[in-house]
Structures are given as C-alpha cells and as structure tokens.
Nanobody, 121 residues
Framework: QLVESGGGLVQAGGSLRLSCAAS????????MGWFRQAPGKEREFVAA????????AYADSVKGRFTISRGIARSTVTLEMSSLKPEDTALYYC????????????????WGQGTQVTVSS
C-alpha cells in the first residue's frame, strides 16, 4: 500500500512537501510517480523517479518548481513543491510502477488514496 501525507492549504508562492510511504519493501524496486487531479479535469502526470533514484522526470508545468526524491531505503518518496500557484490545486496521488520512469497513469499498477493540496491566490 502507498500512503500520501503532507497536503494542505498554502498561499500562492508558498511551499509544501508531500511524502509517500510504502508499506512493503518490494516498492523499493519500483519506479514511483506523483500525479494530480483537479475537479473536472483528467489525472495528470507531475513527476516520477526511478527505483534507484537516479533518473527523474517532470511535467513541464512543474519543472523548476517541484523536486522528487526518494529515501535511502527507497521505500519513501518525497515531492518538494515551491513557488506554488493556484493552478497547482489538486488531489495529489502517489503511484508505483515496474515499467521505469513513465508518465502514463495507465502504466502504474499501485496507487495511494491521495492528499489534497490547495493553493490560494
């Protein structure tokens, strides 16, 4: 199981740190990703990181503002978000895949329940 935490309400320009904890050590061998879904919109890719933590990928909309990383044990993944904008408001999901660093949500087999991020203007 994947459990997200760290969401909340922040003003535009502020920062938040999201964490995703995996309940099983097997996820240390999976690539991990963050997705988000705003009301009335499709779920969209935010960032992903390889099982080793060496390779990362970001959506253009968050590049330079968000940073994905994983812990030494590789079973936790963090998304550091800065310079937040109102358009970053969404439910943020952590996901795991054995496919490597991919951006398509359909390629992720395991999902958390999500954590809400709200950015006020």
């Amino acid at each position: 199981q994947l459990v997200e935490s760290g969401g909340g309400l922040v003003q535009a320009g502020g920062s938040l740190r999201l964490s995703c904890a995996a309940s099983e050590r097997t996820f240390s061998n999976y690539a991990m990703g963050w997705f988000r879904q705003a009301p009335g919109k499709e779920r969209e890719f935010v960032a992903a990181i390889s099982w080793s933590g060496i390779t990362t990928a970001y959506a253009d909309s968050v590049k330079g503002r968000f940073t994905i990383s994983r812990g030494i044990a590789r079973s936790t993944v963090t998304l550091e978000m800065s310079s937040l904008k109102p358009e970053d408001t969404a439910l943020y999901y952590c996901a795991a895949t054995f496919r490597g660093v991919v951006t398509a949500a359909t390629l992720y087999a395991y999902w958390g329940q999500g954590t809400q991020v709200t950015v006020s203007s």
